[in-house]
Nanobody, 128 residues
Framework: QVQLVESGGGVVQAGDSLRLSCVAS????????MGWFRQAPGKEREVVAA????????YYANSGAGRFTISRDNTKNTVILQMNSLKPEDTAVYYC?????????????????????WGQGTQVTVSS
């Protein structure tokens, strides 16, 4: 059974940091591009960051550029989202997702429809 399990969410104040982790199990995700998405109440799910399976290519949405860092450790089937200088508008449920292996080691996707596996989400609440 394939599972993605996120952890690390919580309630913090504006300016604080959080480190979200996503651990995959059930199969190897070594060659899967991974992404972090978020969904706030009443809003559509949006990409936060994405990384190729090789880790050499990354993408950041404008909202998190310069504050968020995505990284992965394929030996541990883990993807990390380091979030610094958090703002109230970062409040959302954050989801980890995995895409089927592409042909290119540098490929990543920002389209949630491209991802096959999703975690259950972890709540991030940033108070002002």
């Amino acid at each position: 059974q394939v599972q993605l399990v996120e952890s690390g969410g919580g309630v913090v104040q504006a300016g604080d940091s959080l480190r979200l982790s996503c651990v995959a199990s059930g199969r190897s995700f070594t060659h899967s591009p991974m992404g972090w998405f978020r969904q706030a109440p009443g809003k559509e799910r949006e990409v936060v960051a994405a990384v190729s399976w090789s880790g050499t290519s990354t993408y950041y949405a404008n909202s998190g550029a310069g504050r968020f860092t995505i990284s992965r450790d394929n030996t541990k089937n883990t993807v990390i989202l380091q979030m610094n200088s958090l703002k109230p508008e970062d409040t959302a449920v954050y989801y980890c997702a995995a895409r089927r292996p592409p042909l290119s080691a540098s490929y990543y996707s920002t389209d949630p429809g491209q991802y096959e596996y999703w975690g259950q989400g972890t709540q991030v609440t940033v108070s002002s």
